[in-house]
């Protein structure tokens, strides 16, 4: 069997804790979430909590930066090698209604950043992640739909469109169409609108 090394052990134990602590606020809301849940789901004890996070709001915020980041990731790779217009734009939606389907991570950053807000603390720190976003996504999709460069919206507009519904969350809620759907309809007419030839 092989041994870990310190670090190795140390990332694992990061990285069950950060998935406990999204799994844990997803269900008892941000403040039915303390530490002790925390630790407790990850299958660890406090000081292992408190030796790889300073808080709560530590981890969640961990937990966010590496999530917005992973949205770029996880669309470059789906969107690679697709030119298709209409290609695009399905998988755009089965990703949006895939991502929103989850109802977790849409309310854990919208309380995370609403407390951040209360306490007087919401900073660049907090934001920029949400921004880097936004921008990653939109200069993505301005260039599948646009190749030309004459996208008709700024990129933070578009990728901040596609991840706001996405992870608004109350479309599914109430059943009546999807964030994929209305992701859908936005793109498509874009495309009709401002696409270079008849992709449409």
Do not use: C
């Not at 919208?110 to 939109?138: C, K, T």
């Not at 498509?188 to 030839?197: H, I, L, N």
């Amino acid at each position: 069997m092989v041994r870990l090394t310190r670090e190795q052990s140390q990332a694992i134990t990061r990285e069950k804790i950060l998935r406990a602590a999204g799994d844990v606020v997803a269900r008892e809301g941000y403040d039915g979430a303390s530490v002790d849940r925390i630790a407790e789901a990850a299958g660890f004890s406090k000081g292992a909590f408190y030796s790889n996070f300073a808080s709560k709001e530590d981890v969640l915020d961990h937990l966010l930066e590496g999530h917005t980041g992973s949205d770029v990731d996880d669309l470059s790779e789906l969107l690679a090698g697709v030119d298709d217009a209409h290609e695009v734009i399905e998988i755009m939606a089965r990703w949006s209604d895939s991502r929103a389907a989850e109802l977790k991570w849409g309310l854990i950053a919208i309380e995370f950043l609403r407390r951040a807000r209360r306490d007087g603390v919401l900073s660049e720190h907090h934001r920029n992640p949400f921004v880097a976003q936004w921008r990653g996504v939109g200069l993505l999709l301005s260039q599948k739909l646009f190749p030309g460069g004459a996208a008709p919206i700024d990129p933070l507009d578009l990728g901040g469109i596609v991840l706001d519904l996405t992870y608004g969350g109350i479309a599914t809620f109430l059943e009546v169409n999807s964030s994929g759907q209305m992701l859908r309809h936005i793109l498509t007419g874009f495309v009709r609108a401002y696409g270079e030839d008849d992709r449409s």
